[in-house]
């Protein structure tokens, strides 16, 4: 028998949160804004965060869904990003299925029969936005809700809802039926992101029928202050290489002198070991992780066979390899961020433990990094603590796939680094590709289709509109790369239209021991802003702007000798 959905329980926000946290989660403290938000979470809210990438938005509904009797729903676009957190919830003891089109039937089945037995063990369930579109799945949504089951909704990745966002997915359109349908009472949504631009976040309210006035909504700064972001400049067309290519020669001198300073330190701490505990071994390095960005299939083959030529160990991945394999990638760059491939000869007894066959050669390059070429299927979501740099290896499609790409450097908190190798070359090529892309949809659109494979489009959108919002983005990508004279930390904290600071104000108003970070607006509305934010942080503020405008002047081809070249040239278009 059904139970009224009138008699659901409030989830009271006396509930101790620092005992999961601990215990369950392995987590010593919360970070700034998790606690208000997991509280107000469990006050059964409607809550909007925006938060920079890495700040641990996941903490904020997988707390409160160990916490609460009842299933918390997580709507997401990537089927990678499904896998990988399922894995992670599970691993932490809270129990979660996912049913996407890799689900068994049969497990699917079981899935379904928990989700309405009226006391299901599932405490979190992952889904695509198309499913929840689907008649079958919204029956067991309702009956969930009746059931006094349905704790909360959740939109991770909350951007892809805008057709001004990044990744736009029409289904996701179709969620306004859960505040429509799901209601006495209403079920609690939240919606998390990035990257949304003031624009997206409208749509995001729109979209998902929240009411801005009933909505708590939290924000901290998108900046990611242990991130320098850098540019350097090339001409295609003047190539100085012998070779004619000045970007690839480029990279591998970048490589090489991060793996000199690896081998220097490697021997500085060797040197110190065998002084201080001369019987024992010391530990081998994990080598360096790094993600190269490219923008064809082609290019990550390519790139990253050079790489293995030049010594260094790279592999490809993109969305046209074979799921298993790119699970297998995925998980050999995970191991590699945490394996320790010598290991100690003793241990705390001194009694040895195994001797290696030999000593890796730590001076040797391949034993440096673990590199991936990617196209931007390797992206958001990603969460691997020790990626050390992401390089852009041409231009990057918008600047909130560049904040989403480059956020996966650094989430140990750590100094890490962003590396666009940027040529008007690659930018002229870009904005061509787009304009194909926009005409060929546009074509579709007058043939009355509902959306074209892989693409991006609906019969519901403004083609005209949206088009011209996607040549803008892609603007301000270029408008980032060709800056000479604002410190990038700032350009990308204005882009997502928050506010800058002044740090000596906010330190000086900030007490207690969350120093560095002001809470303001109304109770409704809660922001950190992080002291702003460039500690020479990137290369404008390190070099100065004359010498960064020198190194472009210098580096890039004028804008008639890069539209003469690529109007000659014969290249590939994906
Ligand atoms: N309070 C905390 N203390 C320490 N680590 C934390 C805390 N909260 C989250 N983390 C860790 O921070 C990392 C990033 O968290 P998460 O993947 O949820 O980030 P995110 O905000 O979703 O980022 P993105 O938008 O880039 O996907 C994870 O490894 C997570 O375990």
């Known amino acids: 028998m059904l139970h009224s959905t009138l008699k659901r329980k409030k989830p009271a926000s006396n509930v101790d949160i620092d005992y999961p946290l601990k215990k369950v989660f392995q987590k010593q403290a919360f970070r700034p804004l998790q606690r208000e938000i997991i509280i107000a979470a469990l006050d059964g809210h409607d809550i909007f965060v925006q938060a920079a990438t890495s700040f641990g938005k996941s903490l904020c509904f997988q707390l409160p869904a160990w916490c609460s009797k009842g299933v918390t729903v997580v709507i997401s676009p990537l089927l990678a990003l499904v896998q990988n957190q399922v894995n992670a919830a599970n691993n932490f003891g809270v129990t979660t299925y996912s049913i996407t089109s890799n689900t068994p039937f049969t497990q699917r089945k079981e899935i379904e029969a928990d989700l309405q037995c009226g006391h299901p063990h599932t405490r979190l369930l992952y889904v695509t936005p198309e499913l929840c579109s689907t008649e079958n799945f919204r029956k067991i949504l309702r009956r969930l809700h ?339 004279a604002t410190c990038r930390h700032k350009l990308i904290g204005e882009y997502f239209g928050q506010p800058t600071v002044d740090t000596q104000a906010v330190r000086a108003a900030v007490s207690g021991e969350e120093s560095g970070v002001k809470v303001i607006g109304p109770v409704s509305s809660k922001s950190i802003i992080s002291p702003q934010v460039c500690d020479y942080a990137c290369d404008l503020c390190k070099e100065g702007a004359t010498s960064v405008k020198r190194r472009r002047d210098r580096g890039l081809a004028s804008d008639e000798e890069a539209s003469q070249f690529t109007q000659r040239e014969n290249w590939d278009y994906e």
């Open 146 to 484: 009746q059931q006094g089951q349905l704790i909360r909704v959740t939109v991770d990745e909350a951007h892809c809802i805008s057709e001004w966002g990044h990744d736009f997915r029409p289904a996701y359109k179709d969620l306004k039926w859960l505040k429509a349908n799901l209601q006495c009472p209403s079920v609690p949504i939240m919606a998390l992101t990035a990257t949304a631009t003031p624009k997206v976040r409208k749509d995001i309210y729109k979209y998902l029928n929240l009411k801005e006035a009933n909505t708590l909504f939290f924000s901290t700064s998108t900046a990611r202050p242990n991130i320098h972001y850098e540019i350097q400049y090339f001409s295609e067309s003047n190539p100085r290489d012998a070779s004619g290519d000045d970007i690839y020669p480029y990279l591998l001198a970048w490589l090489t002198s991060i793996h000199n300073r690896r081998v220097l330190m490697i021997q500085h701490m060797q040197a110190q070991a065998a002084t201080q505990f001369p019987s024992t071994r010391p530990e081998a390095i994990p080598s360096i992780l790094g993600i190269i960005y490219v923008n064809t299939r082609n290019l990550t083959e390519s790139l990253a066979a050079k790489l293995q030529a030049s010594g260094i160990n790279a592999q490809a991945y993109h969305a046209g390899l074979e799921p298993q394999q790119r699970l297998k990638i995925q998980s050999q760059f995970v191991s590699a961020s945490t394996k320790h491939p010598m290991p100690p000869l003793f241990n705390q007894n001194q009694d040895v433990i195994q001797a290696p066959k030999h000593d890796p050669d730590e001076t040797d390059i391949s034993r440096s990094f673990t590199l991936i070429t990617a196209t931007n299927a390797f992206g958001m979501g990603i969460d691997i603590p020790t990626i050390r740099f992401v390089v852009h290896y041409g231009l990057p499609r918008n600047l909130e796939s560049f904040i989403q790409e480059s956020g996966r450097a650094g989430r140990d908190g750590k100094a890490a680094q962003s590396l666009i190798l940027y040529t008007r070359e690659e930018r002229d090529r870009t904005i061509y590709r787009v304009k194909m892309d926009i005409s060929k949809e546009a074509r579709h659109h007058r043939d009355g289709g509902q959306s074209i494979p892989g693409g991006t489009l609906s019969t519901q959108t403004q083609p005209q509109a949206q088009a011209q919002q996607r040549m803008n983005s892609l603007q301000k990508v270029i408008e980032y790369c060709e800056n000479v």
